[in-house]
Structures are given as structure tokens and as C-alpha cells.
């Protein structure tokens, strides 16, 4: 009944089809008791993506450049965290800005006085893989839909080694009466490129995730570009009509729910 | 409140009080250093280490890290303490101590006999001057047995908490991971869901899907979905089948009261479970996590170094007798433990600070993808505590956890565990795997069954091929 057969050769596991009902890495079979080869250096390669998205540096120029193709303008700042150990292992210096973009965010506001509805920034956060490859269609899709309510929008502010927070610092000096922030998030094994986008109303320093809102997960595999600035723009309305973001500003965008898949029996149990 | 002062080679350090001694002895990791509490240098370490060394174990009862009116875990920490069974070492300076846990005075009877007379802050001290070699030598001297629908901890054995998460809590998906995870041998500590949707109606019904596996294959073991205490509170009183009471605990008030928690919302819990009687071999229904980090994250630490703070949540816990305790020790991220050397140590050192303080420790021997740390130091982290008899681990398909975005111990990696060190399951588990014919573990070595067992066989045939 047991099976004692020499430990050579990775045996697959009769229960393949368990695979479709989920992500999980399921049915992987054995070698001996041990992942089999082919498993393992999946995994691996999995691992050694979501780290290279980690400390892939952030090409804000490229970024500027592709900015600058659509007409907007860009301001390339850098966080107070000088590099990415010192990133990794300091929070607090990652959502503060360095001096010479402090300075160059005070000239720009002597110059722009007036302030703005929505300053704009984009972060490299944990993933600059992430930003690159979604931030412009991604901000293209938000600017659309924000010109068209009538409202203002900043230079976007590119910050290299900038956590969520240091989007408040950035709207406080422009004079923005809200912000949102899109940021490389951590990457998952199977999602190295996802980007989250944080929106604060009143943005000011030292604000805590409380009076902020997120949406998470934008990405080709996740959610779309299309379904984030819907989100995005239901809260900024809601925002303004209440004064306030954060866990006191729901998401209740109406969004289309897919038809039931039929695979949500429980087999188990069935 | 009393100074200390160590000279060391030309040099004379001094340290303000003991939170500064403790804090300094600290082996060096990111989240001191980001608290700035840690030693500026490896010299003033080593030297508040001596300092902390030649600390006599009483001084620990008059001078409290953090005040005792202003946190109720301290309060309960010192009220608590059990003075007679204190007495075999009330005469030892910490340095005393840890010849004392190395030597053969203490064994698996001397050890459960302290416990209670141990505070976290002497179990903290010791462990600060302790080696990796240390950690798991005494800890591997210590027993916890645990019981609920079966039986945790026994020396020879480890268990595996089977986490069968799913982005969307797609029942048929986290039926899927659990039917992999059975036919690995992995979910004796129990099946333990971490929901992506936090609502009473989906936890519930959850609940009563893990309670109809368990019911429908007679697994002995038990059902947990993790989410607050306060949530599990109101399942039991809508009738919902709920097994264990979980909860995320941290070692200060401030901290606690950061996760929406006391030490009388717990007691709730605890006695909203009892009130069920769903345990059949004993009552020990509490879950609780823990890690290095938590409190500092919530800006709630005092001045303390992370790994004091972790072993006062242990006060926290031993509280309410729990079936199990774990220590998440890589998941919150590089900035309290940058890489695999300091998520090794703290996995070591939590989980002999938790045993000595009486606790069934397990880990969830886990990493971040920002961490400087591989699957080679999970290996390392998972050998160690197998050899110094660690109650649990995780088990998850193929280390990847597709909720939580984080790596931690595959079912595999439980049967390389049972392989190289022998280690079996829970026995009332062990004999059903036997039973259906998953596998058995006669000689030490896991021999995996040929064939799907017919009651599972039956459950695919329904999906069709």
C-alpha cells in the first residue's frame, strides 16, 4: 500500500485538476518528500523576479520623458532615504524629502502661487517595476477624468526612494487640496508589477493611513486601469462633497461583479 | 530607578537604567536601530551584554520596563508572578542563570516547574547572552503539550497549521489547498484560514465549511478562520461552529490597544470558546500571534528594544492557556529584521523565550521579498527549531502564499522536517493519515500512500476531469 520505492524520480500528484480552483501553487508533486526540480525553479525564478522588482532602480527619466511626449510637465524629486538599503531599513526617512526637492517644490509654489486641486505623484515605492510599467497609461486614464471635472492639476512630482506618505509633504508645499500617489507596492511571487494608488483629501504632514484611501493591485493579471480611475475618481467626488478621505470615505463605486465562474462549490463538501 | 556601568578593556560604558542595558544587549537588528534604542557600536554591545550578565535575576521584580500604573501587561506581570516557584534560581544574576539552563539542573520537569516564576523581561535578559547553539539546547530540554481535539507538542513530534489561503476566499480554491495539504500529511495543528474579506457573514461561513470537512473525513484536528477577537466573539453568539479563538497580541497596553484589544476583551473570548465545549481531549482553545516589531510599529514600544516587547505579549498569552502561540518572524518586513541572519536569531529566541515562559511555541518561519532572505534561510531557520522541538509550523503549497503576498514553510517542507529529524505528527493524527492511507511513519521515514484515499477519491470524481 506504501510506497517504497528507491527516492529517485519526482512522482506527479493524481489530483491535478484541483489546479484550476486556485492560484496556490497546488499539486507540485514530489521527489521523494521534496519539491521536484521542475517546481522549485519556478519558484526560484518567481523569487528572483518579485527581488530584482525590489531593486530595480527607478528610471524617472524615461518617465519624465514619456510625461513630457503628452504635454505635462515633471519634477524630479528624491526622498531623504539616499539609497535602497537605507530605503529598506528607515521608513520614516522615505516619507520625508530631501532638501533640494524641498527647495525646488518652494520655488515652484512662489511661482504658482495659487496652488492646485490635485497634485500628482509617482513613487517607485517597492517596486519601481511596477511604475514603469503602469504609471503612464495609468496616470493618462486619471488626468483624463480629473481635467474633466474641472480641476487643476500639479506638475507630476516622480520621487526616487518615496514611501505613501511623502505624498502629503509634496501636496503641502504645492498647495494642493488633494493628492493621490502612485506607488510600486511590494511584490508578491506572482505579482511583481503591481502598483497601488493612495488618495488623501487636505493632505498634510503627518496624516496617518487613516485619512488616506487605497486601491490596490493595478496590473495587467489585477485590477484594470480602467476600473482604478472609476474607483479613483467615485472617491475624489465623494471627497470633496464630504471634506474627507479615509476610513471615513467608503468605497461603494459601483462596479460591475462578474458572473458567478460555477466553480465556488465546495467539493469537499459536495 | 538604578544605573550600570561595565568596564571593558581602556573603557567604562554606562548605561541610565535597565530598559537601556536590555535594549543595548540587544544581538543588533534593524528595528532597534530604527527605534534608536540599539548599542552605537559592537563594543558598547558586548559590554551592556557583561553588564546585563552580572544583573541579579531579583532586580527584575523591583525595577519595571515600563511603569506598572501606566500598562496593564506589566501589571499582570508582576501580579502573576509565582514567588515559591521562582525560588531554585532567585539566587542568580542572569549571566547564573544561563550556566544554570545549560547545565543538568535543568531538565523537562525543573523547566515546566519555573515557568511560572519566570517574568518575560528574565526570560528576555537570558536570551540577549545566548548563542543560536544555546537557544536551541535548552529550548529542546522543554515540553509543552497542548490539547484540544488532539494532542500538541509531544516530545518526538511537530505539527503543521495547514493555511489553505485564497485571494478571494473562493471556497472551492481553499478546498483545493486543504485537500493538498491533507494528502501531504500537513494540518494537525489545525486548518487555519487568514480571510481576505473581514465580514461576520463570510467568516462564517467559512466556519462552518471548515467544521464540515473536519465533521464529514473525521480529521482529528481543529478549524481556525483568523480574524478579531471580537468577530469570533459574535460568531459563537449567532451559533456558529468555531474551534479556536484567535488573536494578534502585542507586549504593551498601548500596543494591544492599537490591534482594538485588552486583557478583558480577551478574557471574553477566551470564555466565549470554553462556552462551546468543543474540545474533546482537553480545553486549550486560544491562537494567538505574535513578533518582533509590533509594538514599535504601532509607535506603542517605551523605549524597549523589539525582543523584550515580544516576550511581554508571552505574559499576555500564558494568561489564557493556548493551544497554540506563533511567532510570525519575517513577515513584517526589513525594517525590524532586515535579513535572514536576524530572522533566524528572532525565530530562535522567540521561541525559547515563549517555551521557558511556559508557552506551545510554534513559528511561522517566514520572509518578505523586500528582506535580504531566501528559502536557504527558511531551511536553516525550520532545521534549527525542528532539533530544538518547535510544536508547529506552517504548511502552505509550495511555500507561496497568495493572499498574504509572503513566502513561509511548504507541506514539503514539514516532510523534509519528519525525514531528516524523524519527527512525527500529533498521534491522534498520525493514525488517521495511517488510516486513510496518506502516509506512514513507521521507522522515522515518511512513506507516502500509492493511491487516493476512496473518501477523497469520491470528492474529485464531483469536478469531473
Known sequence: MYDDSPLSGASENPWQQLRNLTPARIALGRAGTSMPTRAQLDFQFAHAQARDAVHLPFDHGALAAGLASQQRESLLLHSAAQDRDTYLQRPDLGRRLNDESAELLRQHRAANPDGYDLAIVVADGLSALAVHRNALPMLQRIEEQALAEGWSLSPVALISQGRVAVADEVAERLGARMVVILIGERPGLSSPDSLGLYFTYAPKVGLTDAYRNCISNVRAEGLSYAMASHRLLYLMREACRRQLSGVNLKDEAEVPVLAGTGKNENFLLG | ?465
Open chain 2, 1 to 465: 530607578m538604578a544605573s550600570f556601568s561595565h568596564t571593558a578593556g581602556a573603557m567604562t560604558y554606562r548605561f541610565d537604567d535597565l530598559k537601556e542595558v536590555m535594549a543595548k544587549a540587544s544581538p543588533a537588528r534593524s528595528g532597534d536601530f530604527l527605534a534608536g534604542v540599539a548599542a552605537s557600536n559592537a563594543g558598547e554591545r558586548v559590554a551592556a551584554q557583561m553588564a546585563l550578565a552580572d544583573i541579579p535575576l531579583k532586580h527584575f521584580l523591583n525595577e519595571a520596563l515600563i511603569p506598572y500604573e501606566d500598562d496593564e501587561v506589566t501589571r499582570l506581570i508582576i501580579d502573576s508572578h509565582d514567588a515559591a516557584a521562582f525560588a531554585p534560581v532567585s539566587h542568580l544574576t542572569v549571566g547564573g542563570f544561563r550556566d544554570w539552563l545549560l547545565g543538568d539542573s535543568a531538565d523537562e520537569t525543573s523547566l515546566r516547574e519555573l515557568a511560572p516564576g519566570l517574568t518575560p523581561e528574565m526570560a528576555a535578559a537570558v536570551s540577549k547572552i545566548m548563542r543560536v547553539q544555546d537557544l536551541v539546547l535548552v529550548a529542546q530540554k522543554i515540553r509543552v503539550v497542548s490539547r484540544f481535539r488532539n494532542t500538541v507538542g509531544l516530545r518526538g513530534r511537530m505539527s503543521t497549521r495547514l493555511q489553505p489561503n485564497h485571494p478571494t476566499d473562493e471556497p472551492s480554491g481553499i478546498a483545493a489547498s486543504i485537500l493538498d495539504g491533507l494528502l501531504y500529511g500537513n494540518g494537525d495543528a489545525m486548518i487555519g484560514i487568514n480571510p481576505a474579506t473581514d465580514s461576520l457573514s463570510s467568516i462564517s461561513e467559512m466556519l462552518k465549511m471548515l467544521d464540515g470537512i473536519i465533521q464529514r473525513y473525521e480529521i482529528p484536528t481543529q478549524a481556525c478562520v483568523l480574524t478579531h477577537v471580537t468577530t469570533s466573539i459574535e460568531a459563537i453568539n449567532r451559533g456558529v461552529p468555531l474551534d479556536l479563538v484567535f488573536q494578534s497580541i502585542a507586549g504593551t497596553e498601548a500596543a494591544n490597544a492599537s490591534f482594538g484589544i485588552n486583557l478583558k476583551i480577551l478574557q471574553e473570548g477566551y470564555d466565549a470558546g470554553l462556552s462551546l465545549k468543543r474540545g474533546t481531549l482537553g480545553d486549550n482553545l486560544m491562537y494567538f500571534e505574535t513578533g518582533q516589531g509590533s509594538a514599535l510599529s504601532a509607535g506603542a514600544h517605551h523605549g524597549l528594544d523589539q525582543q523584550t516587547c515580544e516576550t511581554r505579549a508571552y505574559a499576555v498569552a500564558r494568561h489564557f492557556k493556548p493551544f497554540l502561540v506563533n511567532t510570525v518572524v519575517g513577515f513584517i518586513g526589513p525594517e525590524y529584521l532586515y535579513n535572514g541572519k536576524q530572522i533566524i536569531r528572532a525565530g530562535l529566541e522567540d521561541h525559547f523565550c515563549g517555551k521557558l515562559l511556559g508557552l506551545p511555541m510554534g513559528c511561522d518561519i517566514c520572509y518578505t521579498n523586500h528582506a535580504e532572505a531566501d528559502q536557504d534561510d527558511m531551511d536553516v531557520l525550520l532545521t534549527l527549531l525542528g532539533v530544538a522541538g518547535i510544536n508547529f509550523i506552517m504548511g502552505i503549497p509550495g511555500s507561496d502564499d497568495v493572499m498574504l503576498n509572503y513566502q513561509t514553510t511548504s507541506f514539503h517542507d514539514a516532510l523534509y522536517a519528519r525525514q531528516s529529524l524523524g519527527l512525527k505528527p500529533a498521534p491522534e493524527f498520525e493514525a488517521w493519515l495511517q488510516h486513510m492511507g496518506i502516509f506512514t511513519q513507521a521507522d522515522g521515514r515518511p512513506r507516502m500512500g500509492n493511491n487516493l484515499p476512496p473518501a477523497f477519491r469520491q470528492a474529485l470524481a464531483q469536478l469531473g476531469q
